[in-house]
C-alpha cells in the first residue's frame, strides 16, 4: 500500500512539474493590452494546474491515514 501512495504522489507531482513551465508562459508571454478574455484563459489554465495539485495531495494524505490505521 505505502508503494502505491508513492507512486500516486509522485507521478501527480511529475505531471504538475512537466506542465507548470508551460502554464508559467502561457500566462507570461501574454500582452498586457491582450483582450481579458485572453489572459483569463490563461489564469484559468494555470488555475487548474493549482487544483491537480490540491487534488494529488487530499488523495496522498487519505492513503495515508489508510496505511496508517490498517496497519
Same mark, same amino acid.
Given at each position: 500500500?505505502?508503494? /502505491?501512495? =508513492?507512486?500516486?504522489?509522485?507521478?501527480? &507531482? *511529475? $505531471?504538475? %512539474?512537466?506542465? &507548470?513551465?508551460?502554464? +508559467?508562459? *502561457? @500566462? !507570461?508571454? %501574454?500582452?498586457? #493590452? !491582450?483582450? $481579458?478574455? @485572453?489572459? #483569463?484563459?490563461? @489564469? %484559468?489554465? =494555470? !488555475?487548474?494546474?493549482?487544483? @491537480?495539485? &490540491?487534488?494529488? !495531495? +487530499?488523495?496522498?494524505?487519505?492513503?495515508?491515514? %489508510? /496505511? /496508517?490505521?490498517?496497519?
Amino acid at each position: 500500500m505505502s508503494l /502505491v501512495l =508513492l507512486v500516486i504522489f509522485f507521478s501527480g &507531482l *511529475g $505531471y504538475l %512539474i512537466f506542465h &507548470l513551465k508551460n502554464r +508559467i508562459d *502561457g @500566462v !507570461a508571454k %501574454i500582452d498586457s #493590452n !491582450a483582450e $481579458y478574455k @485572453v489572459l #483569463n484563459r490563461g @489564469v %484559468i489554465r =494555470l !488555475a487548474q494546474l493549482h487544483h @491537480v495539485g &490540491l487534488l494529488v !495531495a +487530499i488523495i496522498s494524505w487519505l492513503l495515508q491515514l %489508510i /496505511v /496508517v490505521f490498517l496497519q
